[in-house]
T-cell receptor, first 112, second 112 residues
Framework: AQSVTQLDSQVPVFEEAPVELRCNYS??????LFWYVQYPNQGLQLLLK??????LVKGINGFEAEFNKSQTSFHLRKPSVHISDTAEYFC??????????FGTGTRLQVFP | NAGVTQTPKFQVLKTGQSMTLQCAQD?????MYWYRQDPGMGLRLIYY???????DKGEVPNGYNVSRLNKREFSLRLESAAPSQTSVYFC???????????FGDGTRLSIL
């Protein structure tokens, strides 16, 4: 069975600083990996996805993530955050089906 | 370009009342899902439907029923609401294998 661990429940950071949100998954087979963002009182929006190919995936709003098969990680990064990036971020995994397994989320708080 | 539409957006129920949450998508997706989101627990799958006429249990199906009325619509019913079902409910839909899920804005349900 697959599972997803988001190691940090909250990440505080100052505006224009870099940020990394960590995600580890457990699966003995190949998986698809996703990062979603949830702004207050809204649904989830797709930031980026890894299906196959290049291990560095670029998404919307300047975010990127790197798939590391040996470490079973899919960490999300942004070189310079903005106040508007304050939101909750979810890592998710699926394997050849449409069902997703979500992590518990990381709340990114950007301070001026 | 509505995407996934959920109704209602907010609802307060008394213990023991019944209610149906509605979801419709206009993207011609085969797969649809119902999740609940609780603080610190991420999103947990309640039920999903891989195609019109089929439904399957997810991680937390107890106390819920679903109906895939047609390809567009997937409803979630609480037959006898309990305070433990106070949550934010999200509907989502997706295309075939590896395609990202698209989410509605959620229904915030409180059961007193």
């Amino acid at each position: 069975a697959q599972s997803v661990t988001q190691l940090d429940s909250q990440v505080p950071v100052f505006e224009e600083a870099p940020v990394e949100l960590r995600c580890n998954y457990s699966s003995s087979v190949s998986v698809y990996l996703f990062w979603y963002v949830q702004y207050p009182n809204q649904g989830l929006q797709l930031l980026l996805k890894y299906l196959s190919g290049s291990t560095l995936v670029k998404g919307i709003n300047g975010f990127e993530a790197e798939f590391n098969k040996s470490q079973t990680s899919f960490h999300l990064r942004k070189p310079s955050v903005h106040i508007s990036d304050t939101a909750e971020y979810f890592c998710a995994v699926s394997r050849y089906t449409d069902k997703l397994i979500f992590g518990t989320g990381t709340r990114l708080q950007v301070f001026p | 370009n509505a995407g996934v539409t959920q109704t209602p957006k907010f609802q307060v129920l008394k213990t023991g009342q019944s209610m149906t949450l509605q979801c419709a998508q206009d993207m011609n997706h085969n797969s649809m899902y119902w999740y609940r989101q609780d603080p610190g627990m991420g999103l947990r799958l309640i039920y999903y439907s891989a195609s019109e006429g089929t439904t399957d249990k997810g991680e937390v199906p107890n106390g819920y029923n679903v109906s895939r009325l047609n390809k567009r619509e997937f409803s979630l019913r609480l037959e006898s609401a309990a305070p433990s079902q106070t949550s934010v409910y999200f509907c989502a839909s997706s295309g075939p294998g590896g395609q990202p899920q698209h989410f509605g804005d959620g229904t915030r349900l409180s059961i007193l």
